[in-house]
């Protein structure tokens, strides 16, 4: 199961915008050592070096694809916008991610990513605790689950098949039926004992998205890369005609070709 760098940036601006979102509400004024965690193809990675010059920035994904991506960025930035902050890029597994012994984060940094991974009982804790003193846990996770988009992608692996019949293994519809982001509060109950400062809030982005099957082409970037990549060239071929129909009828293309497209994140700024 690839990345695909030039889909997921097929929108880069929006997938750009809550990260800035993020950033804007950390209250560290000059973080020594900043760790990108899920850091895909760099943009947001660089824009941390850009905001602390003065930091050693690491970028941590587990995608050669994306990482390789990231490297060309950065060496397309440090020609147009010299900087003093140090990036390193790092191709790890983030579930297994620990920061070197003696070189604890002032901050992790991790815009939509996390929810890929599941146990975020244990996770979010086990992030804290590699934090220095005074440091930042700060998420963005997409609050995806319930929107047309995503439903319709369960519905279609269910009885998206000739005659009703089910798409792709039971495993897969499993993985696929799994809510990856719980709510608020399920997050400052976690977080809240363990730290001295928490902000937790959501917003809903209206999006507006254009070109054709627009919608289509946004989950093929990220939520639809593992149903993809999980289905027999029959099965992935029936599932793209029967889900692309749906998602013209649940988002209609407006007068001027726009299609709009609500999407909730949720953000979490934890200080220890």
């Known amino acids: 199961m690839r990345w695909d760098p030039d889909q997921y940036l097929r929108f ?9 979102d993020l950033l804007a509400r950390i209250p560290l004024s000059a973080p020594r050592r900043v760790v990108d965690l899920g850091c895909g193809t760099g943009e947001v990675t660089l824009h941390l070096a850009i905001h602390w010059p003065q930091a050693a920035v690491l970028g941590v ?4 694809s994306m990482l390789g991506r990231a ?13 003093v902050a140090r990036v390193e890029w790092q191709q790890s597994d983030i579930a297994d991610w620990a920061p070197v012994p003696g070189e604890a984060p002032d901050l992790i940094f991790s815009n939509a990513a996390l929810h890929w991974l599941p146990d975020h009982e ?22 995806s689950w319930a929107l047309p988009s995503h439903r319709l992608i369960r519905e279609t692996l269910a009885e998206g098949g000739v005659g009703g019949t089910p798409l792709a293994s039971p495993a897969l519809r499993e993985q696929v039926a799994r809510r990856p982001v719980g709510a608020a509060a399920d997050y400052h109950a976690l977080l809240a004992p363990r730290c001295r400062s928490l902000d937790i809030w959501e917003t809903v982005y209206l ?3 254009y070109g054709e099957d ?5 989950v093929q970037g990220s939520a639809l890369r593992p149903v993809l990549a999980g289905l027999e060239p029959g099965e992935r071929r029936r599932f793209l005609e029967v889900y692309s129909e749906r998602l013209r009828v649940a988002y209609p293309a407006r007068a001027d070709g726009g299609v709009l497209f609500p999407f909730p994140r949720l953000f979490i700024v934890a200080c220890v």
Do not use: H, I, Y
């Open 12 to 20: 880069a601006a929006l997938r750009m915008q809550p990260a800035q």
């Open 61 to 64: 994904d587990g995608s050669e």
């Open 71 to 83: 490297q060309a960025n950065d060496a397309d930035w440090e020609e147009t916008k010299p900087r």
């Open 122 to 143: 244990q996770r979010f804790p086990r992030l804290l605790g590699f934090l220095a003193p005074g440091g930042c846990l700060a998420v963005q996770m997409p609050m």
């Open 207 to 209: 999006q507006t998205l």
């Open 214 to 218: 627009p919608v289509l082409e946004w």
